[in-house]
């Protein structure tokens, strides 16, 4: 396997894939928008038929799911999704029907939650990340050296020392982990986070994002722990025992 094959699977593993089910263009965008692909990795389906064809040659690990669709409603979609497909994605419904009869009638589709329109963007993403968290299979925590890092709560621990990453600055970290001991270069790092059309702007913006890492890094364990391979691209660096970067 070559290291941009690597790239990429560890790409698909450390993002959060999202099917949005949503007829009404203008929210779907604000979804896309707001949530971005710096975690996530998005699809978007206009109505249920649509959806069901991608849940049947996709996986997902969240599905957003909105009741009023044009044809086949989100109850049918969320009992088809259960029943026929026998998917156990974390479904999501969101829509502007708040009786509870509307409610229950959801839940006994097969939805494991349930949002009233008009919501705040950040409450849903709050909600994605709790299903998620609470349906995803555990991940194994990697190792480099004395370095751990755990993919599912993204925290770093070194000798007893813990930081965690966000965004970006994280899949980097999990790509450098998995490569150890060897180093990835730029190309393959750029193609892994914007894929095979990246250019000058997305190398600037790499280096942004290694900056932002090792500066979280140093804050929080004392190390960057991430070394510039002059020319060629970048490594994960174990600090011998007792060593610390200086400030």
Known sequence: MTSNQVLRQNTVQSSLR?????????????????????RYVLDFAADGL??????????????????????????????????????????????ALSALNDKEKGFDCGA???LVKPFELRELQLRIEALHRRYAPQ?????????????GTL????????????????RLFEMLVRAYPSFLSHEALSEALWGARHGETEGNSL?????????????????????????????????????????
């Open 50 to 95: 649509t959806a069901l064809h991608l849940l049947a040659t996709q996986s997902y690990d969240v599905i957003v799911l909105d009741l009023m669709l044009p044809g086949v409603n989100g109850y049918e979609i969320c009992r088809r999704i259960r029943q026929d497909l026998q998917c156990q994605t974390p479904i999501i419904l969101m829509t």
């Open 155 to 170: 925290e770093v621990e070194l000798r007893g020392l813990k930081t965690a990453l966000t965004g970006t600055p994280a």
């Open 18 to 38: 999202l099917l949005i089910v949503e007829d009404q263009v203008d929210l779907a965008e604000n979804l896309f928008e707001f949530l971005g692909e710096d």
């Open 112 to 114: 494991d939650d349930y």
């Open 207 to 247: 280096r942004t994002h290694i900056y932002t890492l090792r500066k979280s890094l140093q804050a929080g364990l004392g190390c960057g722990l991430v070394k510039t391979i002059h020319g060629r691209g970048y490594s994960l660096e174990v600090p011998p025992k007792g060593y610390a970067d200086t400030p």
């Open 139 to 151: 991940r194994p925590v990697l190792s480099a050296g004395d370095i751990r890092f755990d993919p």
